[in-house]
């Protein structure tokens, strides 16, 4: 069994603030993608990465990546993605050769997942299950309300039962087979915000195997606060 992760890396990271692409932002001195790199191939398992660049930066980001060399165990791939994250997913999977069975999909904005997850998705995906997503318990109560104009307050719908809620993480894994269907059938614009959400979409099981604290996604400016006090906790 082969398996690669795929890593989408080609958004802007408008909520973190104007600047480089948010993958190329530093994370303690390092882009947070190579962060997302080495915590991929930190896994035994997985034998290939490919990361999908911004679009018109695959030149530099392959450079880049030259600088912070992976060791003999992992080759590394680098594509240019698309105007969404499916869209840069599906360029990403493309290029993946035809001895993978196994395939990662994993945020570059989440740079610091701890390997012990990496290796518990890639195990559940061996044991059999052709959909597994990391993710843990909510801390805040969820609301469903109906979207009103701006300035409006939002009537509440509902509240589902917290106890049965997860928030959901990355690194995805998946049977190579199942998520190359999942991408070729279901159309963008449906609803689906991350891969597993393709894959329920076929009517294919998705199960949840626990997620890690240190896997949360760096997506507005206090988000890379934690990060960096993440990052000096291990080095210290
Ligand atoms: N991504 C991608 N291609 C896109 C959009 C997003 O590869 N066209 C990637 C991002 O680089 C990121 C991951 O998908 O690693 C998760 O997306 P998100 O956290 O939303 O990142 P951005 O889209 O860059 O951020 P924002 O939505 O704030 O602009
Ligand atoms: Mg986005």
Do not use: Y
């Not at 390092?30 to 997302?36: F, G, N, S």
């Not at 395939?103 to 570059?108: I, N, P, S, T």
């Not at 843990?136 to 309300?145: E, Y």
């Amino acid at each position: 069994i082969r398996t690669a992760a795929v890593i989408p890396a080609a958004g802007r990271g408008v909520r973190l603030g104007p600047g480089a692409p948010k993958a190329l932002r530093a994370l303690g001195g390092t882009p947070m993608l190579v962060h997302a790199v080495r915590a991929m191939a930190a896994s035994r398992a997985v034998s290939l990465v490919v990361v999908v660049a911004p679009p018109d930066g695959a030149p530099e980001v392959r450079h880049l990546l030259d600088e912070h060399p992976l060791g003999d165990r992992t080759d590394l791939v680098v594509v240019p993605g698309g105007a969404t994250r499916q869209e840069s997913v599906r360029l990403g999977l493309a290029a993946l050769p035809e001895a993978i069975d196994v395939v990662l999909v994993h945020d570059a904005a989440r740079p610091l997942v701890p390997v012990d997850t990496v290796d518990a998705v890639i195990a559940a995906v061996r044991a059999g299950a052709p959909a597994v997503v990391p993710a843990l318990p909510l801390a805040d109560t969820v609301k469903q309300v109906a979207p009103q104009p701006q300035g409006t307050p939002e009537p509440v719908v509902g509240t589902p039962e917290r106890a049965l809620l997860r928030a959901v993480q990355t690194p995805q894994g998946f049977d190579r087979e199942t998520l190359l269907k999942a991408h070729d059938t279901v159309v963008e614009g449906e609803g689906a915000t991350d891969d597993a959400g393709l894959v329920e979409r076929l009517g294919q099981p998705v199960v949840v195997v626990p997620g890690h604290e240190e896997a949360f996604k760096v997506t507005r400016p206090l988000d890379l606060v934690l990060a960096e006090a993440v990052l000096a906790r291990r080095r210290a």
